[in-house]
Structures are given as C-alpha cells and as structure tokens.
C-alpha cells in the first residue's frame, strides 16, 4: 500500500495542540479537583495518545483493517483495565475486612 | 488400518530438504519449511529438559521427606521445569513448528508474509531461551514459573531477573510469529480459498494469533516491572513503596490465562484435522467450530481473575470472573461435541494421528470439565493451590496440548519428511503416553482433593502410595516421549517413502509433492472445494 502524503503543515497543527494539551495537563495539576484530576488528566492524556496514533502513526490514513487492529487493541487495554478496576473498586463492600 | 499408499510423485523440483545443504543455508533461511523445523529441533531441545526436571522432581517425592534433594534445590526445579515447558516448548510448539510448515501450504501461499521476520522470530525465540538457560546453569530461580510478587521482587535471592529478561526477549517472538500469521492468512490465500474455505487448522491458528498478539505485551511489560522493582526498587507492586502486590496477578494472568488458549487451540486445530480425515467425513458444524475458536480467544481474556480467588480478589469481582469463567466452556464444548459428532457414522480409522486425537478428545474433556470446578467459588477455595490444580492444567497442557503436538507431528510427518514412520511402534507408543500420562496425573487430583499442596518438597506418609504411582507414571509417560523421538529419526532416513497423499487428505497442503518443493507448488493452486469435501473430492483421492 503507498505511503499516505500529509502535508507538513498538519504534523506541526498536531504537535502544537500536543504541547498546549501538555501545558493544560500541567495548568490542571495545580488546581484542586478532588478525584477528578485524575480523570481530566487521563483524559487529556487520552486525547493526546488518539493524535499521536492518528496523525503521526498514521492509523487515520490507513485500511480499514488496520484501523480495525488499532482499535481492537484499545479495546482489549479497556477490557484489562475495567475488569482489573471491578476488583479495587469493590473492596470493602462487605463488612469483613479484606473483602 | 493403514489406507492405500500411492506411489511417490517424482517432483520436477528440488525438494525443500535437498535444495541447499550445510548448515549457513539453513541458519540463514527464509523459507517457512526449513524455518518450522529450527523450531522443531530447538523446542524438542528444550521439551527434554523440561522434562527432565519434572523426572527428577517426580524421583524426590518418592519418600514422603524428599529423596534427593533440598528444599531450596526443589523449588529450582518446578520453577525450571515451569518456565521451560510453558515458554520455550508449549506457547511455540504448535505454532513455531506446524504452524510455520502448513499455514501457508494450507493457503496455497509460497512462504508466509513476512520471511524475514519468521526466521528473526526464531532467532529471538532462541535469544531469550538462551539466556533464561544461561540463568538456570548460574544457579537457578526459584518463584515458581508465576513469579509472584513480593517473593520475585523482595526476597527470593535467585537469578529472578536474568529468567525474566529471557522470557520478555522470547515474547517478541510470539509477537513476530502472531503478527505474520495473521497477515499471512489475510493476505495471501489462493484463489478460490475464501474465509469458510479454510480448513480449521487456518481458523484455530488465526485466533492463537490474535492472543499472541494482544497478551504477550502485557507479560512483557509485567516482568520489566519486576526487573524494575527488584533491581531499582521503583514501587509498583510493594506496598512499602507504594504498591500492590494483587496488581501484579491481576496483569500476569491477563496473559497467563489466555496462553493457556495459546496452548490448546493449536491443539484444537491440529485435532480438527485429524479427526475429519480418519473419518472420513466433512468436520461436523464447520461454522460453528470456525467461531469457537475466535470465541475462545475472546471470551479466554476476561477470565484471569479464577486464578486470584484467595489472592485477596474482592468477593463481587469473583463472582463477576467466576461467572465469566463458566463461559469460556461452552466454545471448547462445542468443539468437542463437533468432533465426536464427526466421528458418528465416518469411516473411522485407528493410525496413529487419530489415537492421539481421541486421546486428545478424553483427556481435554477432563482437564476442562476439571476446570469448572476451579471455576465455582467454593470448590476453588478447597483446592487452590493444591496438586488437584496441578493434575487439572496438566490434563489440559500435556493432555491436550502435547497429545495435539505428537498427533499433528504424525499426521503430518509423511509431508515434512517424505517419509512413512514404523506405524505399529508408532500406535504402540501412542498407547504408551496415554496409560503414562493418566498414571502420572489422575492420582495427583485425588491427592489435591486430599489437601496435599503443591510445590512442597515433603509430604505425610499416607500420601505415599498416591506419589509412586505419579512417580510410576512419569516413567512410563518418558518412554512414550522418547519412542516417537526415535523412530521419527529413523524414520528419517529409512522410512518407506510416504507419497504426495498417504491418508487421502483434503487440504492443499496434499496437494503437493512429500517432501515439498522450495515453493511448495509448482503451479499456485485454485481452491475449488468446501473444506474436508470428500465426496466432491472422491475421484483426485482415489488417484492421490
């Protein structure tokens, strides 16, 4: 399959949304969230890992079969992490400890 | 009985084995023939001194104090014994070996995709089995093949980091060996071999793919991290540093569970093959085995956690892994009830592959049904951790898996060698490992349902006589592993020559000549049949 042509101009729009989104992780850090700087970090973080696979792995310029691998992979990390999280998350449920 | 042989086909080409001799040709090859065997003779290598160990620790539990070693020494050796046998002999046995020779014969294809990266897989593959052998001769480890934490990271003073660092290198190249296949399969089928053309072999092997390629990095990383802890003291999984010992189960058996798939549905694809053409009849519910191989390999990532049930799991997440756990079964299931629903009215025949296969069919049956009972919350509690685990995956692993491996290395012998092995020692060494084995490994289910726990180098008296008869069986189950090993090299060179077809196959692969050409076929073959279409095939059979 050729090589997908993107203009030079979309790497460089990407990678200075990358270090904004970067800048705004730091930003966000020093404000006092709770439990959800957490979440608004990984987000961003979420967000900056979807360009960096789109545009600079060319996952967006690519078959749908390879897109379809791409996301598979993002599916199986969510299945790793949610059903990992189903253990943590309802520790102490029950009034014994340890359970 | 032995079906009719044809007589050899005089090959216009030079044959894969005769092309170019000496050893740069076949240390440099790129032909997936030459490259199955490299993974032939390095996995039989290591297959022994798996085994090995396992004799020698079978030995010492002859007395009830241990006979011949201590307690440090034994603990070397079921950790030795578990690393070898699940990453440098199980994980690439079918795949390395059958699975490179037949994927792309079976598809009509010349070589795999990628040649290159097949042979760099083995050399990789080699790479980690070196140095993890390189760890054991500098004195050894002794964590158990699971390399538990705190006890890999904190305590255990054995060359935990050099296995380690050997089984991340020889993951890549499960990665390597999945992504090809699976690009191969995609890409390079014949005309006319549409999806649910393939032969289930193709199918079973594309869902090993897909787990080799979606688990192995999780072990990879998993291990760099107890490198990292135990050589840094960077704290992920000890809770004076600031983690969780629990999260490390939690990311090893998101691996180690579905490689328990990576070693059984080559296995499954192996006996998906055999069972059809000893019976001389389509596989039974072609569609429905198809899917249950993906099926396995998705539902068998979401199961892990039946391992952690006394690990400190919570009890709602262990009911959420025991339910998915009962799930899983219903694939595997399907294909056994498949299988011997093939067999119902065929033409069956007793050669060597299909005793292996109806070994297979008993011993799965076992050690899956075994497996629910690991499954249900309650009964896992009695028996975690105790031989009844032992005996469980062992019926699933050599059971199925190894019973897979000499079946399909049988079956297919007569096309890699070009050659026929001695059928009536090859039956009897068949019947061999089946008594061995069931003499080695059903005591060990009464004895965990005893309580005796595993991975104790002592045990009480009254144990005793279950333990010699495993003893015993072990014995036996050696000599049936080592008959094949003979009389296949014999074979080798004295073998009476097999011809293209001897067992009036189906697949494309029987379609060219024994031993194949470099390219495997003369012409690019044109898939005209359904798969196992002995009806539609009867008149090329009967010339075969």
């Known amino acids: 399959m050729a090589e997908p042509i993107v203009r030079k101009r979309t790497y460089w729009i990407v990678y200075v949304v990358l270090l904004a989104l970067t800048l705004l992780t730091v930003l966000l850090g020093y404000l006092h969230m709770g439990e959800f700087n957490m979440v608004v970090a990984i987000a961003i973080a979420t967000i900056q890992a979807s360009l960096i696979a789109g545009f600079f792995m060319h996952a967006l310029y690519e078959a749908p079969l390879v897109r379809v691998v791409t996301v598979g992979g993002v599916i199986w990390f969510l299945i790793m992490m949610t059903l990992t999280l189903t253990d943590y998350h309802t520790r102490g449920w029950l009034p014994f400890p340890g359970k | ?544």
């Open chain 2, 1 to 544: 009985m032995t079906t009719p042989q044809a007589p050899p086909a005089a090959p216009s080409h030079i044959d894969y084995l005769s092309e170019r001799q000496g050893i740069w040709p076949w240390l440099l090859t790129t032909d997936h023939k030459r490259i199955g065997l490299l993974y032939t003779a390095s996995i039989t290598g290591f297959f022994f001194i798996g085994g090995f160990f396992a004799l020698l620790m079978r030995l010492h539990l002859l007395e009830p104090k241990g006979a011949l070693f201590g307690l440090e020494t034994y603990n070397k050796l079921f950790t030795m014994h578990g690393i070898i046998m699940v990453w440098f002999f199980l994980i690439p046995s079918i795949p390395g070996t059958l699975g490179n020779f037949l994927i792309p014969m079976m598809i009509g294809a010349k070589d795999l995709a990628f040649p290159k990266l097949n042979l760099a897989s083995w050399y990789v593959f080699m790479t980690g089995g070196i140095v993890t052998l390189y760890s054991m001769l500098r004195g050894g480890v002794d964590t158990g093949w699971t390399f538990y934490v705190p006890f890999s990271t904190t305590y255990s003073t054995a060359y935990v980091a050099g296995a380690a660092i050997g089984i991340f290198i020889a993951g890549f190249s499960s990665i390597m060996t999945g992504l090809n296949f699976i690009v191969t399969i995609h890409r390079m089928r014949a005309p006319g071999m549409t999806w649910f053309r393939m032969p289930i072999f193709l199918w079973s092997m594309y869902a090993t793919s897909l787990v080799l390629v979606l688990a192995t990095p999780v072990l990879a990383i998993t291990l760099l991290m107890v490198i990292f802890e135990r050589l840094f003291r960077v704290g992920i999984f000890d809770p004076s540093l600031g983690g969780d010992p629990v999260l490390f189960q939690h990311m090893f058996w998101f691996y180690s569970h579905p490689a328990v798939y990576i070693m059984i549905l080559p296995a499954m694809a192996v006996i998906s093959e055999i069972i059809p053409t000893f019976s001389r009849k389509p596989i039974f519910g072609y569609t429905a085995v198809a899917y249950s191989s993906l099926g396995i390999a998705v539902v068998g990532f979401l199961v892990w956690g039946h391992h952690m049930f006394v690990a400190g799991l919570s009890v709602y997440s262990a009911m959420a892994f025991s339910f998915l756990s009962y799930l899983v079964a219903i694939p595997s299931a399907i294909k056994v009830f498949n299988w011997t629903a093939t067999m119902v009215k065929g033409s069956v025949s007793w050669d060597t592959p299909m005793l292996y296969a109806i070994g297979f069919l008993g011993l799965f049956t076992i050690g899956g049904m075994t497996g629910l009972f690991l499954a249900a919350l309650g009964i896992d509690v009695h028996v975690t951790d105790t031989y009844f685990v032992v005996a469980h995956f062992h019926y699933i692993m050599v059971g199925g898996a190894v019973m897979g491996y000499l079946g399909g290395v049988h079956y297919w012998w007569p096309k890699i060698s070009g050659k026929m092995y001695p059928e009536g020692l090859a039956r009897l060494s068949a019947l061999i490992v089946f008594i061995g084995f069931n003499l080695t490994f059903f005591p060990q289910f009464i004895l965990g349902y005893l309580g005796m726990p595993r991975r104790y180098a002592a045990y009480p008296d009254e144990f005793q006589f279950l333990h010699v008869l495993s003893t015993a069986g072990a014995t036996i189950l050696g000599v049936g592993y080592i008959l094949p090993l003979c009389y296949l090299i014999w074979s080798w060179k004295y073998g009476k020559p097999a011809g293209r077809n001897p067992w009036r196959a189906t697949g494309l692969e029987w379609q060219t000549s024994s031993p194949p050409p470099s390219h495997n076929f003369e012409v690019t073959p044109v898939c005209t049949h359904p798969a196992y279409d002995f009806e539609g095939m009867k008149e090329e059979l009967e010339l075969a």
